[in-house]
Nanobody, 129 residues
Framework: QVQLVNSGGGLVQAGGSLRLSCAAS????????MGWFRQAPGKEREFVAA????????YYADSVKGRFTTSRDNAKNTFYLQMNSLKPEDTAVYYC??????????????????????WGQGTQVTVSS
């Protein structure tokens, strides 16, 4: 089992920044990825970004490329989503999710939420105009 705890959301003005955290505990994963998703009211949950579980390689949705950065602090076993130049359309509940599928190539279907096995509880991000 893997436990994920989201934190760091809040209210920010357009153009501002926030950093979300996802603290992971429990079983150590390998050949896996940590993904970030978001869900706005009345919309489906959508992929935002992903990073190799051990850190390093990353992948981003086009809508956030150049504005968001995901990273990992190995010592703290914590993942981060740094969000800059925020827009009102970034308003959503943000979730981290761990994918534990050793048989899958790392980036295969990385934006498909059905391929993720463990989820954080989510944190609200609200961007005012």
């Amino acid at each position: 089992q893997v436990q994920l705890v989201n934190s760091g959301g809040g209210l920010v003005q357009a153009g501002g920044s926030l950093r979300l955290s996802c603290a992971a505990s429990g079983r150590t994963l390998s050949s896996s990825a940590m993904g970030w998703f978001r869900q706005a009211p009345g919309k489906e949950r959508e992929f935002v970004a992903a990073i190799r579980w051990s850190g390093g390689s990353t992948y981003y949705a086009d809508s956030v490329k150049g504005r968001f950065t995901t990273s990992r602090d190995n010592a703290k076993n914590t993942f981060y989503l740094q969000m800059n130049s925020l827009k009102p359309e970034d308003t959503a509940v943000y979730y981290c999710a761990a994918r534990d599928r050793p048989g899958l190539p790392l980036w295969y279907d990385i934006n498909n939420l059905l391929t993720y096995d463990y989820w954080g509880q989510g944190t609200q991000v609200t961007v005012s105009s």
